[in-house]
């Protein structure tokens, strides 16, 4: 089956770093979707990565190994405002995305 | 910006009821999607369109029906509402190359009593 795990809930400090972990077992890759969603608000686009390596955006950096099924979401610098889910999907080799759980991220001052 | 909208942002109906989620969208986008998101579990895709007219059944579309009669609408239709039909319903668009991201609406909470 396909399968995308991600930590249930994180806390970080507000000024700090904080690495949200993915790993996934899809039959079939295209790509990895990063998503951040506040409570009770639509899931807003964070990133896409396709090949192997580091893509940085501003505060944001995400992280794909593909030979580990890996990625990682970094948040730099964090704000009150960081506070909210993190969710990570998977375009597989029928070009349907898997979700995963969603990583709920707590900010404290 | 892309924007997506749901007709309604709380909902509680019955069991039995026929009940219809509207879903719109102003970017001229392809591909549509109806995903249900319950705690603990990720987005699970219930049906999706390609283009006007077509529908494709995703995970979970049992109790489910859809209409897309125009590109900027898609509908879903609860045949006869049912309790474990209680969730929050997920409207999203996207265009139909692989890496453009799925830009969704603010969702639709659904209770059936």
């Known amino acids: 089956g396909q399968n995308i795990d991600q930590p249930t809930e994180m806390t970080a400090t507000e000024g700090a770093i904080v690495q949200i972990n993915c790993t996934y077992q899809?039959?079939?890759?295209?790509?990895l979707f990063w998503y951040q969603q506040h409570a009770g608000e639509a899931p807003t686009f964070l990133s896409y990565?396709?090949l192997d390596g580091l893509e940085e955006k501003g505060r944001f950096s995400s992280f794909l190994s593909r030979s580990k099924g890996y990625s990682y979401l970094l948040l730099k610098e964090l704000q009150m405002k960081d506070s909210a889910s993190y969710l990570c999907?998977?375009?597989?080799?029928?070009?349907?995305?898997?979700w995963g759980a969603g990583t709920k991220l707590i900010i404290k001052p | 910006d892309v924007k997506v909208t749901q007709s309604s942002r709380y909902l509680v109906k019955r069991t039995g009821e026929k009940v219809f989620l509207e879903c719109v969208q102003d970017?001229?986008?392809?591909?549509m999607f109806w995903y249900r998101q319950d705690p603990g579990l990720g987005l699970r895709l219930i049906y999706f369109?390609?283009?006007?007219?077509?529908?494709e059944k995703g995970d979970i579309p049992e109790g489910y029906s859809v209409s897309r009669e125009k590109k900027e609408r898609f509908s879903l239709i609860l045949e006869s509402a049912s309790t474990n039909q209680t969730s929050m319903y997920l409207c999203?668009?996207?265009?139909?190359?692989?890496?453009?991201?799925?830009?969704f609406g603010d969702g639709t909470r659904l209770s059936i009593l």
């Open positions: 899809t039959s079939g890759f295209n790509g």
């Open positions: 999203a668009s996207s265009l139909p190359m692989v890496t453009q991201p799925q830009h």
């Open positions: 999907a998977v375009m597989d080799s029928n070009y349907q995305l898997i």
């Open positions: 990565n396709v």
């Open positions: 970017m001229d986008h392809e591909n």
């Open positions: 369109s390609y283009d006007v007219k077509m529908k």
